[in-house]
C-alpha cells in the first residue's frame, strides 16, 4: 500500500457517523470552498450549542445564510435552534426554507432490516 | 351567572393543554365548518396512529388538503407521519408548506417560568 492509498484510507475512517460527530466538521472546516453554504449538523446536545454555532457560522463568514440539517430526534433540535436563534439573538433572521426527507440507515446489530430515517433542513437566511 | 355564559367558561376548560389529547379534536368534529382544512394533532403515539388518521382524514371528506400540528417532541413524530404518509400509502401527497413556530407554555408546577415550545405545520396536499 502506497503512501496516498493508506492517507485517503484514513480520511474514509474519520468520516463522522454519529449526529454527535458531525457538527464538528463545520466548524473544523471553514476555509474549503463552501464557505458560501453554512451547514450546521444537529446532534443530541442541548439546542444551545447550536445556536452558539449558528451564530457563529454566520458572523464569522459573514455568510448571508446558515443551513441546519438533522435527523431523527435531532429534528426537534433543529427547530429549537432555528427559533431560539431568530426570537432571541439575530432578529432579523427569516426561515427561507424547510425541506423534510428520508434517509436509508444501516440496520443495528442483531437487526436485519435497514431502517428509515426522518430528515430535516432548515435554510436560516439574514436580510 | 347566566346559562350561556356558563356554556362558554365550560368550554373554555375543555380546551386541551396536553399534547396527548390534542388529537381526539379531530376526529371529534368532523361535521363542524372547518372541514375543508383538515387538521390531525400530532402527540405521543406512535407515528401509525397518525398516519391512519391522515389517511382517513382525506379519504372521508374528500379534501386535498391536510395539516399536521405539533409542537416538541412531536415534532419528530409529525416529520415521520408525513414522510411514511408520502411514501408508503399516498405517493401523490406533496409537502405544500412547513412552518415552525414558537408557543408559550405554562410553567410546570414547582418552576416559576413559562417554557418556549417549538412548534411545527405540515400541509400535506393530493394532486
Redesign the interface.
Known sequence: MTEKEKTTEEKKEKKPVEETVKEEKTTEAPQTQRVAQNTVFIGGKPPMNYVLAVITSLSASNAKKVTLKAR??A??TA??T???TR?RFIKDLK?SN?????EEMPAREGENRTR?V?T?E?TLTKD
Open positions: 431523527g430526534r429534528i426537534t427547530v429549537d432555528a427559533e431560539i426570537r426561515v424547510i425541506s423534510i426527507g428520508t428509515m426522518s430535516i432548515i
